[in-house]
């Protein structure tokens, strides 16, 4: 493994780049290009606010700026995605699933009542039961792809010390897995929600008998769900669908992953050259 410790010689760049009242925190992993090992020093004031960052190679010098913009890319969309990872998939790992295994529950013991005068909801019934399915099993999916991750972060943390790009396409692949399964998430959630809503409708009628306890949850369940497709689900759908000022984004439906992941590229490569590179410091 190699030495992702300061030197002095990192030590002493790092303090002629320093700006007055700055902290600065050098990141304990470097990426390899194939000739050199590049490291990111992140100077902040307070309140954590990022004001510059710096590139340092193995022997704490700062190459030049043009030199630095590639390892720099991608030191930082590494961070990014570890950083995503931790505050964003772990959690969702631990998503309550248990209004989902009630509301399927409720419809299928009382199934055979609601469709004695209501048979025109076979169809709607059989595609909730069956989204149903698919979402239980969505944190556990999840906590496969967190789990890959945090393998391939540990792998360097614990064994090398540094990433190449054919490392970081790898964790890339993995990490759009799950953009993947969240898009597709959403469109099959906005799809169904007409669904969602006959059966509402028709268990607000009083001529299905069914006891009223249950019938008042699995109304309330269905709220509940058709609430957060509109709100929610409409927000993180748009987040791949449009741009920061609303322009529509191109997402071939027979291809979902490479558009994603194309997309995401496109945007994170605006946001460094536009907003990370002014705040690099070698010259």
């Known amino acids: ?12 760049t790092i303090k002629e780049h320093k700006r007055f009242l700055e902290k600065w925190d050098m990141w304990d992993f470097a990426y390899f290009d194939g000739k050199d090992y590049y490291f990111v020093v992140v100077y902040t004031r307070r309140g954590g606010k990022i004001t510059g960052y ?29 950083h995503n990872t931790i505050t964003i998939l772990v959690p ?25 005068d209501h048979s025109y909801l076979t169809d709607s019934i059989e595609k909730i039961l069956q989204r149903n399915s698919e979402v239980e099993k969505y944190p556990e999916v999840i906590k496969e792809i967190a789990y890959t991750l945090g393998s391939y972060q540990r792998h360097i943390t614990r064994k090398t010390g540094f990433f190449d790009k054919e490392f970081l396409n790898k964790m890339e692949d993995e990490f759009y897995k799950y953009d993947e399964l969240v898009y597709k ?22 001529n299905i008998d069914i006891n009223r306890k249950d019938k008042n949850q699995l109304i309330k369940l269905l709220r509940s769900r058709i609430s957060s497709i509109e709100k929610n689900l409409k927000k993180s759908l748009e987040s791949y669908e449009k741009d920061e000022y609303g322009k529509e984004k191109f997402i071939d439906p027979n291809n979902i992953k490479d558009s994603i992941v194309e997309n995401i590229e496109k945007s994170g490569r605006w946001d460094f050259q536009n907003i990370i590179m002014a705040k690099i410091r070698n010259k």
């Open 1 to 12: 493994m190699i030495n992702v410790k300061p030197t002095t010689n990192h030590i002493k």
């Open 54 to 82: 710096l590139i340092l190679n193995k022997d704490g010098y700062a190459p030049p700026q043009e030199q630095v913009k590639s390892p720099a890319y991608h030191l930082i969309s590494y961070n990014t995605k570890v």
């Open 92 to 116: 969702r790992t631990k998503s309550n699933v248990s209004p989902v295994q009630l509301m399927s529950r409720l419809i299928t013991t009382y199934k055979n009542e609601i469709l004695k």
């Open 185 to 206: 998430y959403g469109i099959r959630e906005r799809e169904i929600i007409e669904d969602y809503e006959k059966l509402l409708h028709a268990l607000q009628m009083d």
